[in-house]
């Protein structure tokens, strides 16, 4: 669809003497010539006047937004504010329902290794605050993932200078924090926190050096395009994408950000074989040499604008199978999103070992809402533990054990259908244990490396 240059979605304005009518599908302004003191072009100007005419209502199902008020019935319809059909808990199945789901489950993950690797390690940067006896059990905890996770990512030589981290649900910012003391003085290092709600007790503004900068973005994953980021469109540094137990669908939408709409761009717009780009333009020549030189000894072929993902995955019961990036995975399996919804329920019965109360469970629930990445507290099962008397509960059919053991299964089943498309998008995928259960029962990091510098160690 086209819209006029006042139109909400045009961006910029047209060239001197050009048409303003915007041109939706080319994501561009006509460039037809207009004619003395006229605004559109031939073409374009009885549409123009047509749709500027058209009024605009504000959306009954929700009033920060408008809609064409022709086009209202059809709106309705699909309006994300619209009332949705509930999802059936798995308590309402039938045993043989269940039995037939789970079966699928188990068919559908034949051949799965779900003993995964230990890569449970350290970083010299985090040695005094771990040592620190003033530390509870919680602010331990923390240190010990943080650590793991830093080790991880110096082990895959992502640490290292001229490049930007993105921390995704950054919370307060602490995961950066440590990789910016991990670094001391390496050059041109910048930082972009994205969270989508307001944080207390922010630890990025208190960092003062001057070869590292911070930039705090309060936006939803879904709605980022880094490609838009001054810093990364401009100096096109290499990024590392990072995130500290990233809830769910997050997770994919975080891959997403940075494969389909960041490193995407650069594909677009480089369709120009590399040699020729390096030989015509000195900017991409520098840049080459910059990411080689970033990447010490997994010197890569061709540079990638996504230098690697390190990701500490958590709450698979929170994905959404809209956002979820494995679709083409569970499709050749014979699953949908039928299929993925149950699965995706399950999932929690691999820390229904862990109980609460009805009243610590709502206190959890009220206080993620408040604060959905609050270092302080765990997201294990964000607020849905399965307890004997919980909606999904089964009495008597299946055990605590036997719970855990398909909601294992089930984490594992989403994160494989992770791990294949970043395998399709021309990345070496891994998952593996970051930390002790007894530190964190959500305990899986998933790594991935462009291909030209993968490693034995990093391959699925």
Known sequence: MATSASSPHATGFPAEGRCGYYVEKKKRFCRMVVAAGKRFCGEHAGAAEEEDARKRILCPLDPKHTVYEDQLAKHLKKCNSREKPKPVPISSLSEEQLEKLIKKLRKASEGLNSTLKDHIMSHPALHDALNDPKNGDSATKHLKQQA????????????????????????????SHWVDIALKDAEKVHFILVEKVTTRFKVDGKHRKKNSVFERLQIDIQHLCLNKIPVLREGKLPVVGI?????????????????????????????????????????????????????EKNVPEKWNPVAGIVIALCCHHRCDWRHYVGKEYFRALGLGAVEFHYFQRMSSWATCGMRKTSLETSNSTTKRQDNQNDDSEEHDDGGYRITDDGADSLPG????????????????????????????????????????????????????????????????
């Open 148 to 175: 793991s996770i830093l080790g991880n990512i110096e082990k895959l030589k992502l640490l290292g200078p001229r490049r930007c981290f993105v921390e995704f649900g950054a919370g307060k910012g602490k995961l």
């Open 243 to 295: 995130g500290k137990h990233l809830c769910g669908m997050a997770t994919d939408l975080a891959l997403r950000c940075l494969i389909e709409t960041y490193a995407a761009s650069f594909e677009e717009r480089n369709e120009e074989p590399l040699a020729k780009r390096i030989k015509n333009d000195k900017t991409e020549k520098e840049i080459y040499t910059l990411a080689k030189e970033g990447n």
């Open 397 to 460: 059919l299946l055990s605590v054990e036997e719970k855990k053991k398909i909601g294992h299964l089930c984490k594992l089943l989403i994160d494989q259908g992770r791990i294949q498309y970043l395998q399709q998008k021309g990345f070496s995928p891994a998952l593996q244990y970051y930390t002790d259960p007894l530190v964190s029962l959500e305990n899986v990091l998933l790594t991935a490396l462009p291909n030209h510098s993968s490693s034995p160690e990093t391959t699925a």
